[in-house]
C-alpha cells in the first residue's frame, strides 16, 4: 500500500488515501462520469483521509440520490464522492491524485450507460 495524496484544482480540498501504488482505476461511460472525465479508484472509507477543507464542499444529487457527488465549491472538481454502485465506500478520481507516488494506472472500461444492466461487472472496493 502506499498513501497517495491529492485534491481539487484550486487546493481548498485534500485528502490521502491507502492504495497500491499501480492503480486498477475503471472508466465509466455513464452520464456524469463521461462528461466530468471522472476516473474511478473504489476504496473503503477506512482508507481515505480528508486532511483539508471539509466546509468548501458541496454536494449533488440526482436520479435515485443514493450516489453523494462531493464538489469543490469554489473551482467545481469532484475529486471523490460516495457513489450508488458502492455507499458503503468511495471513488477517488485518480487524475485528481498528486502523480508522485503513482506507478502505473490500468484503465478498465465500464458501460456505465446501461448502469442496472452492467453493474455486476464493475470493480470492487480497493482493499
Known sequence: ?????GGCHCGRVRFEVDAPRDIKATR???SICNMCGFLHLFV??????????????????FNTGVAQHTFC???GIKAFYVPRSHPDGLSINVNCLDPATIGSVAETPFDGG????????????SD
Open 114 to 125: 446501461s448502469w442496472e444492466q452492467n453493474i455486476a461487472e464493475l470493480s470492487p472496493i
Open 1 to 5: 500500500m502506499t498513501t497517495h495524496q
Open 73 to 75: 465549491r469554489h473551482c
Open 44 to 61: 473503503s472509507h477506512s482508507k481515505f483521509r480528508l486532511i483539508a477543507g471539509k466546509n468548501e464542499l458541496t454536494t449533488y444529487t
Open 28 to 30: 465509466c461511460n455513464c
